[in-house]
């Protein structure tokens, strides 16, 4: 098990160029997140996924941002448009929700990858 | 909406001395609180999960307690490589996504 792994690593892009950001979870982990965070502040929550349906997308999550995660393994996150308020580290996160405590169901452990930094020039 | 205030927003300490940083939240209900450690330019690594008040964790030079209202992250006798942001957040009971604090900033002087 190496671990959710992200790419790439460090994205430099101009305003209204597309980009695309790859997350591979932690195999057999059904649950995969993307976040966002800023200098100075914690994460925060864009979306998630259970398998292969995306079950919750944040406000922050504007109509330019989609993500995708086929066959309910890897996923992507692609942002049209950039624009320079996009540049932040894109942090992709994956947990086991079949894996319970003494039978009170997720731990929500997530365990994070090392994420995709983009500035948006 | 939860809440999650972490202070101080950075804490400088010499190797040895010990310190305390503070989570408080406001949630309606709680699943979970979460402490992660996070190294400049890295992801978050998850270090410990609280359940319920009263409840401590430990894990080498740290210790995790939670009362109802807040939860308390102690660094006894830190060193160089305990230098991190940690970050506290929490899980309400309807949902399994965390809600994150902006962080403290730990710096360990030799």
């Known amino acids: 098990d190496t671990g959710v792994s992200q790419n790439p690593r460090h994205k430099i892009t101009k305003r209204g160029q597309n980009v695309t950001f790859r997350c591979d979870p932690i195999?057999?982990?059904?649950?995969l997140y993307w976040y966002r965070q800023t200098l100075g502040q914690g994460p925060e929550f864009l979306t998630y996924f259970q398998n292969e349906a995306q079950l919750e997308k944040s406000r922050l999550l504007s109509d330019r941002f989609s993500a995708e995660r086929p066959k309910g393994s890897f996923s992507t996150l692609e942002i049209q448009r950039t624009e320079q308020g996009d540049s932040a580290m894109y942090l992709c996160?994956?947990?086991?929700?079949?894996?319970?405590?003494?039978?009170?169901?997720?731990?929500?452990?997530?365990?994070f990858g090392e994420g995709s930094r983009l500035t948006v020039l | 909406e939860d809440q999650v205030t972490q202070s101080p927003e950075a804490l400088r300490l010499q190797e040895g001395e010990s310190s305390s940083l503070n989570c408080s939240y406001t949630?309606?209900?709680?699943?979970?609180l979460f402490w992660y450690r996070q190294d400049p330019g890295k992801g978050p690594e998850f270090l410990f999960t609280l359940y319920s008040a009263g409840e401590e964790k430990e894990k080498e030079r740290l210790k995790a307690t939670l009362t109802k209202k807040e939860s308390f992250l102690h660094i006894t006798a830190p060193k160089p490589e305990d230098s991190a942001t940690y970050l506290c957040?929490?899980?309400?009971?309807?949902?399994?996504?965390?809600?994150f604090g902006a962080g403290t900033t730990v710096t360990v002087r030799a």
């Open positions: 949630v309606s209900g709680l699943r979970g």
């Open positions: 957040a929490v899980q309400p009971p309807s949902d399994y996504k965390l809600s």
């Open positions: 195999s057999e982990h059904n649950r």
């Open positions: 996160a994956s947990s086991d929700t079949r894996k319970g405590l003494a039978g009170v169901g997720h731990t929500g452990e997530l365990f």
